[in-house]
């Protein structure tokens, strides 16, 4: 094949692809109606996170009368150690964590898509360099660096608490989207808009970044699992200051002080949270589940 | 168990129909194909890719991959039966065994993660054979015949071997078991032109020697005009010429080959006479359902290639399909109608 | 052109430089998770190092003495400017002085940290065999039937089980065998009213003990295994070199013996940061079980302002990834001949 056949095949790619992806969404989607319910449950999530706080007062009320109270239909998931409805506390407590999940994922994203695409568009000495420190990341283990961080840092807002994570979590999205621009290179996408005199902006933006963009999207959701799963579990550690509607504080006083572990009384206290990181879980399973078979025909296989 | 006087079988496939499962229902990858390979020749299919021919070849071991499946016609091997019909163990055993295939050669037909030794004594293992130092014996000379260091390549991994090197290991697993119907998979795609040179040679050579009807699956007419005894055209799954190398080449019949031979730069001679066909090949959702599979490309085109089945002509030792072919010189030989459907035009 | 000879194999060579770049890096990681070690505690809030300098002068040490009473607890002098405190603290290291310990006073950090090792070490690699094994058997499965109702729940349940963080599987599995039905202790090594030694009553509390964490170990492992080598084994089958070695007949059990060797090797890579992360959630496990190993011990030490203990635990997490790092490598390189002939990896 000769150049002049190649260039205007590069060219409508990325148009047929932008085309073809909603499309194929869509015939994803409708196979499995497991994947619906996943966006369902995301959508679900993202309305608890907005709107949930709204609807409690600032000072959740309690009821000293009843302490580890049984699920009812008052409380459908009991109430806490200070009679504190326990299901008031998750819906509460949700903002801080999709917060911090949402303020991760777009810094892991960013810099993680940015450094892998310099990465494996420059190639060469910045590549080895760059993929060099990704690697170093990698390796150093995450959690206990978190801990121990955080005896100086104390993570008091959303936001602080994401950006740690963020700057601790792209290392692995930097290394995928390398090597998705090193192989999209291979397959002369890059030459051949560089032959049709395109600048390095619009091969990026406009070739680039559109045909890898429903990977990023999933790494961005795989991210901000992970980022709501570290911070669950920095406070339920109980390494870092307390807040009583937090999910991992939660947690953590359900075991270490309400004995959830050997007594069933704070067993609805302990299993609300985690009910909570289970459903979210699956939902983000499902929809990245979806846009694996979008990403990877291999799999697609009829 | 070196050279055997064993006559080579002859191959007929008749009918041959490989039909593929997409979406859109179940397309034809191969439609209808006679071909017959005699004993002891070397048969050569050209085609472009997307033509059907390696469906064809895999055919031949009644291999084709899922979602494809052979939906009608036989293979029929002298000795064997038809390969079509075979199932389980015995198919398995005809593979390797009987019919040897040789893969591309910028596949990598190998494990990598073991020397070709221990995959040659594992294909012995597989085909029961009792005398393993004997295989590798067998084995060696045949490396050694092909102008390699045996024991050294034995030793070796695929990562360790050149492509031409390669190519001969696969040529020796295809041969070793004593096969003596070989299919060869575009052999010297992906070779520089030296090391092409001599894996044709070499091909002909142990041909001649082993007594084997080979059938060469390629998409350069140069490879066929080296090589072949005769030559099939095919075309968007169909076979639309053959005959005797010499002779299609000289005087192409079907304007699919006549196009072809013009698509080639001669050596010597002006670049600009060689002209490339107009359009691209068809693939599987774009071959037509009637008529003649060649039409959107041909400068002979007709009307009645619209909806009419090309005949299927036998001018002596030629077939050709192609409602154009039948007018001028040949009237007078005999005229069989397509396989497929009888509503064919004269 | 007939005998390029094999390329030479300089696989001591390759496999020498590859451990020394493996051992570069980790003293590079090494460097760096001191520094920011060292770097937190001369800057925890309230300067613990001063307090302890203090308290020691006020209860009548002389201030050479309280000196060098905290140099030995932190490894480096309360005083003096901060390059010469990290150059102390450094070369206290190089001599494996981690400094003393103040949960366990009068015992140095790295006996203390020793003695918790094993009660992480055994139980990690326990419930890592474990779940590499049937992981990895799962996935072929789920590879194989990946079309079926049963491949689509294995790999959904493989999804789910490596999407959820172990502590909400270590707390599900505790609130189920510990608290509802109440079969499995829930803390520690043992029943204190065993001796410890080798005697029955004591090695059976020690599994009974272990169950829940090496079972939540596995579980959380697995589900990561059984969609890599899911894919691993997809991809492979898709390899030229499978249906290479169908077209020669080659038997069932040896193809899936090529598939499955191939399709494994990859999840070496994956061995090695997996290590990493179950060390990672070991500081959860032991935790939620009590169970005294080094995660445990990190946050005791953090909860007690022990900054000598974290320091060390933190530098031992890492010190143990780097060499399951190097261990997966030269395991890589066994398996691997093209690694260990210098060659492209996988």
Request: net charge neutral; proline share 5%.
């Amino acid at each position: 094949m000769t150049a002049t056949t190649i260039v205007p095949e590069a060219r409508s790619a990325s148009a047929t692809l932008r085309r073809n992806f909603w499309r194929g969404v869509w015939r994803v989607m409708k196979r499995k109606p497991s994947r619906m319910l996943g966006v369902v449950i995301m959508a679900g999530f993202a309305f608890m996170g907005i709107f949930g706080p709204m609807l409690y007062p600032d000072r959740l009320p309690r009821d000293t009368n009843a302490l580890y109270a049984a699920p009812s239909w008052a409380h459908p998931f009991g109430t806490d150690f200070e009679g504190t409805d326990v299901l008031a506390l998750v819906v509460t407590g949700s903002r801080y964590v999709l917060l911090t999940g949402l303020v991760t994922a777009v810094i892991t994203v960013v810099l993680g898509a940015g450094i892998g695409l310099f990465a494996g568009f420059r190639r060469g000495r910045w590549d080895s360099v760059l993929m060099r420190i990704t690697d170093m990341k990698l390796t150093i283990p995450g959690l206990p660096l978190l801990l121990v961080l955080s005896t100086i840092w104390k993570f008091t807002s959303a936001i602080e608490m994401g950006l740690v994570l963020g700057l601790l979590g792209w290392g692995g999205v930097a290394r995928a989207v390398r090597s998705q621009t090193l192989s999209l290179r291979e397959r002369g996408f890059v030459e051949a808009a560089r032959g049709l005199g395109l600048s390095t902006t619009h091969i990026i933006g406009r070739e680039l970044l559109p045909s890898m963009a429903p990977y990023i999207a999933m790494n961005m959701l795989i991210a901000v699992t992970g980022a709501v799963y570290a911070q669950v579990g920095l406070f339920f550690l109980g390494v870092l200051p307390f807040e009583a509607n937090n999910w991992g504080v939660m947690l953590n006083l359900a075991v270490f002080g309400g004995g959830a572990l050997t007594t069933t009384a704070a067993l609805p206290y302990l299993l609300a949270p985690l009910l909570a990181i289970l459903l979210l879980t699956l939902g983000i399973v499902l929809v990245v589940d979806a846009m694996d078979e979008i990403f990877n025909p291999r799999l697609r296989e009829e | 168990m070196s050279v055997t006087d064993q006559r080579a079988p002859g191959v007929r496939i008749s009918d041959l129909s490989v039909v593929y499962r997409t979406q859109a229902g179940e397309l034809p990858a191969v439609r209808g194909v006679d071909l017959e390979l005699m004993p002891g020749t070397i048969t050569g299919v050209v085609g472009e890719s997307g033509s059907g021919k390696s469906t064809l070849a895999l055919s031949m071991l009644n291999a084709v991959q899922p979602p494809g499946r052979i939906s009608s016609g036989s293979v029929e091997i002298d000795g064997l039966g038809d390969v079509v019909a075979l199932r389980g163990d015995d198919l398995r055993k005809t593979r390797g065994r009987h019919v040897g295939y040789v893969f591309q050669a910028a596949q990598n037909s190998l494990n990598p993660l073991k020397t070709i030794g221990k995959q040659l004594l594992d294909l012995g293992r597989s085909h029961d054979v009792d005398d393993l130092p004997g295989l590798v014996k067998e084995a060696r000379s045949l490396l050694d015949r092909m102008g390699l260091d045996g024991a050294r390549v034995l030793d070796s991994y695929q990562h360790e071997l050149s492509g031409g090197m390669r190519q001969r290991v696969g040529i020796m697993l295809a041969l070793v078991l004593n096969a003596h119907v070989v299919v060869l998979d575009e052999p010297t795609t992906a070779l520089d032109m030296i090391t092409q040179a001599t894996i044709l040679r070499i091909i002909r050579e142990v041909h001649e020697e082993r007594g084997l009807t080979t059938l060469v699956i390629t998409h350069d007419l140069g490879v066929v005009a080296e090589i072949a005894d005769r030559l099939a055209v095919m075309y968007g799954g169909r076979l639309v010429e053959q005959g005797p190398t010499r002779e299609v080449l000289g005087a192409p019949r079907h304007p699919y080959t006549r196009g072809l031979l013009q698509a080639i730069p001669r050596l010597v001679g002006d670049i600009d006479e060689a002209r490339a066909l107009p359009g691209r090949p068809p693939t599987l959702s774009t071959v037509p359902p009637d008529g003649c599979v060649f039409r959107e490309r041909c400068a002979v085109r007709m009307d009645v290639c619209e909806t009419g089945e090309p005949p299927v002509l036998t001018i002596g030792p030629r077939v050709v399909a192609c409602h154009a072919a039948g007018d001028g010189e040949s009237q007078k030989e005999t005229v069989t109608t397509g396989p497929t459907r009888g509503e064919e035009q004269a | 052109m007939t005998l390029i000879g094999v390329p030479g194999r300089s696989g001591g060579i390759a496999v020498v430089r590859r451990l020394a770049g493996h051992l570069a890096r980790g003293l590079v990681m090494i460097l760096v998770v001191t520094t920011i070690s060292f770097l937190i505690i001369r800057n925890i809030p309230g300067d613990p190092m001063a307090a302890k300098y203090e308290k020691l002068v006020e209860q009548g040490m002389s201030p050479e003495a309280a000196q060098q009473a905290v140099n030995v607890l932190y490894g480096f002098m309360p005083t003096g400017s901060m390059w010469q405190q990290y150059l102390d603290y450094m070369k206290g290291l190089a001599h494996f002085d981690l400094g003393q310990s103040l949960t366990v006073p009068g015992t140095g950090v790295g006996t203390v940290l020793m003695s918790a090792a094993k009660w992480t070490l055994i139980p990690v690699l326990a419930g890592t065999l474990l779940s590499f094994l049937v992981g990895i058997i799962l996935g072929v499965y789920a590879a194989i039937k990946r079309q079926g109702k049963l491949g689509d729940l294995l790999a959904i349940s493989g999804s789910l089980l490596h999407g959820v963080p172990q502590y909400v599987l270590a707390l599900l599995l505790g609130a189920i065998f510990t608290t509802l039905i109440p079969i499995l202790p829930a803390g520690g090594t043992a029943d204190i009213m065993f001796e410890p030694g080798l005697n029955a009553g004591y090695i059976g509390s020690l599994i009974q003990h272990a169950t829940l964490p090496v079972v939540t170990y596995a579980l959380a492992s697995y589900g990561g295994w059984i969609l890599a080598m899911k894919s691993s084994v997809v991809t492979v089958l898709g390899d030229d070199f499978i249906l290479a070695a169908e077209l020669r007949g080659m038997k069932r059990s040896i193809i899936f013996r090529y598939i499955a060797r191939n399709a494994i090797l990859p999840l070496f890579t994956i061995l090695a940061l997996s290590l990493g992360m179950l060390f990672g959630g070991a500081i959860f496990i032991e935790r939620i079980f009590n169970y005294p190993g080094l995660g445990l011990m990190l946050i005791d030490s953090i909860t007690g302002r022990d900054y000598a203990l974290m320091g060390g635990a933190f530098l031992l997490i890492t010190v143990a990834i780097i060499i399951a790092n190097i261990a997966a490598d030269l395991l890589y390189t066994v398996i691997d001949p093209r690694v260990r002939s210098g060659g492209e990896a996988a």
